[in-house]
Nanobody, 136 residues
């Protein structure tokens, strides 16, 4: 059974940093697309960052230059390094991974702008979420 378990969320002041981790079991990062999403209270879930099987990365404009997605295949862990945090980054953060390729699988980069329905269709496994709170 494939599972993703996140950690690293918490409370931080504006301008601070956090690093989220997502450990995979029954799954090997680097095989297919993996991603971080977030959902703020009262808002739709949105894509934050994605990393493809070739290591290429893409970011939402709102986090570009501040967040970095990476994966450590030896530790089977996906990371999201978040710097220069602002209150607008307050949300529950979810990691997600593609475990098999669908016949109509879109490019990994498109997961950034996918609807929730599309994201859950093509990224079959999700973590439980970890809360990040940034105070001003």
């Amino acid at each position: 059974q494939v599972q993703l378990v996140e950690s690293g969320g918490g409370s931080v002041q504006s301008g601070g940093s956090l690093r989220l981790a997502c450990v995979g079991s029954g799954y090997t990062y680097g095989s297919y697309c993996a991603a971080w999403f977030r959902q703020a209270p009262g808002k739709e879930r949105e894509g934050v960052a994605v990393i493809d099987s070739d290591g290429s990365t893409n970011y939402a404009d709102s986090v570009k230059g501040r967040f970095t997605i990476s994966q450590d295949n030896a530790k089977n862990t996906l990371y999201l390094q978040m710097n220069s945090l602002t209150p607008e980054d307050t949300a529950t953060y979810y990691c997600a991974a593609d475990v098999f390729l669908d016949s109509d699988q879109p490019p990994c980069a498109e997961m950034l702008v996918a609807t929730t329905e599309e994201a859950t269709k093509y990224l079959e496994v999700w973590g439980q979420g970890t809360l990040v709170t940034v105070s001003s």
